[in-house]
């Protein structure tokens, strides 16, 4: 299976952007029973892990993105998403998706830059 993230692009700080993710070549009873999560690296930064959602809905965030981020799962179209409100400079970076259960090829990424 392989993750494609799209949504990314240039906005100023203050601004949105919804992230999408779609897991091409998965059926939907795997999809389903996987719990997914939001990446994202900076340049020259480690990879940092921004939000994640539990196959029943469960989610939970970062501290640095609480309260500004919201993830989503649409499971009949094998999508998950990151809306994402209130973006900061730091908030640059390229981001991915991946499966915490893992076996899933995790894909370019897709970069949100926020200018000041």
């Known amino acids: 299976v392989q993750l494609q993230a799209s949504g990314g692009g240039s906005v100023q700080a203050g601004g949105s952007l919804r992230l999408s993710c779609r897991a091409i070549?998965?059926?939907?009873?795997?999809?389903?029973?996987?719990?997914m999560s939001w990446y994202r690296q900076a340049p020259g930064q480690q990879r940092e892990l921004v939000a994640v959602i539990t196959n029943s809905g469960t989610t939970n965030y970062a501290d640095f993105v609480k309260g500004r981020f919201t993830i989503s799962r649409d499971n009949a179209k094998r999508t998950v998403y990151l809306q994402m409100n209130s973006l900061k400079p730091e908030d640059t970076a390229f981001y991915y998706c991946s499966s915490v259960q893992g076996g899933w090829n995790w894909g370019q990424g897709t970069l949100v830059t926020v200018s000041s």
């Open positions: 070549g998965s059926i939907l009873s795997d999809f389903s029973s996987r719990d």
